[in-house]
């Protein structure tokens, strides 16, 4: 089969891939569901799940053409004699030695970092001093119809508040679903939970002075137009327990320890090196 041939049957596959569910053979390879959500995990530093969902989809169908088409590639590669060129030989030779030190370098470092040790005692001592730092803020669970004039939010604040309940709460995501200028609205105009300060002051003070299951009685202004709130949920400030961030801890105090080590082994290899 021709190259030419190849790439196009690839570009046909492409468009089915996602309905196997990731899994694809090229050539006789396999590429795997976990192939391509490792990829999509290293593009995106660990973060996939917080990209929007009407992205993912596209995101992963993204990935896939790109596994596929390196696959092609390597193919044809090895068909026409490119790994035995003198030009990927030594460049191959250049890019081994660069991963053998890279590699040497990173089992060294876990070797020595698996040698530091943080007692029980280390742990719940930071605990106990640090407290505050593991507090969860209190939070919301907000919704919002945003607007552009005044009037328009007293209009929706006027059709909304005779309401109670469920009523209030299904008529809100179906006014701000209709009504509202902002990115929320397609959702109904949800916010989901935030934190005290994470809202303009305006905002932010007039959704944590609410009571759950009600509505602002009069239109919110901010940058962005005039807001009429709705607030679901509120949770109150709590401290997580030892037990929910121990082991964060232990991470935190063995870096600490670690760097400490690092640094006497560090001018230990110097006095010995030859250095000039």
């Known amino acids: 089969m021709k190259t030419r041939t190849k790439i ?9 891939l996602l309905n196997a569910q990731g899994l694809v053979t090229v050539n006789g390879v396999e590429i795997t ?3 391509v959500d490792t990829e999509l995990m290293n593009a995106t530093q660990g973060r996939f799940n917080q990209v929007p969902a009407d992205k993912q989809a596209e995101f992963r169908k993204q990935v896939l053409d790109q596994l596929v088409a390196k696959e092609l590639v390597f ?28 590699l040497a370098i990173q089992v060294w470092q876990k070797k020595e970092l ?4 943080v007692s029980e005692k280390e742990l719940k001592e930071y ?8 507090n969860e803020k209190e939070s919301v669970h907000a919704r919002h ?8 939010a007293k209009i929706v604040i006027a059709e909304l508040k005779s309401l109670k309940g469920e009523a209030l709460k299904n008529k809100f995501i179906e006014t701000a679903t209709a009504k509202s200028t902002g990115p929320t609205g397609e959702k109904g105009g949800d916010l989901g939970y935030f934190a005290q300060g994470q809202m303009v002051p305006a ?43 121990k082991s964060f801890i232990d991470q935190r105090l063995k870096m600490e320890k670690f760097k400490t080590v690092m640094k006497t082994k560090m001018e230990a290899l110097q006095k010995k090196a030859t250095i000039k």
Do not use: C, W
């Open 75 to 102: 193919a044809d590669a090895k068909e026409t004699g490119i790994l035995k060129s003198k030009e990927f030989e030594e460049e191959y030779e250049k890019v081994k030695e660069r991963i053998k030190k890279e």
């Open 8 to 16: 196009l049957s690839a570009i046909l596959l492409a468009g089915s």
């Open 127 to 134: 605990y106990d001093k640090n407290k505050e730092e593991f």
């Open 203 to 245: 905002f932010n003070d007039k959704v944590f002075s609410m009571e759950v299951g009600t509505i602002t009685a009069e239109p919110v202004q901010t940058q962005f137009g005039y807001h009429v709130i709705y607030l679901e949920d509120k949770k109150p400030e709590t401290a997580r327990a030892f037990t929910e961030v």
């Open 33 to 35: 569901q976990k192939d």
């Open 114 to 117: 698996d040698k530091v040790v």
């Open 145 to 152: 119809i945003l607007v552009k004039t005044e009037e328009e």
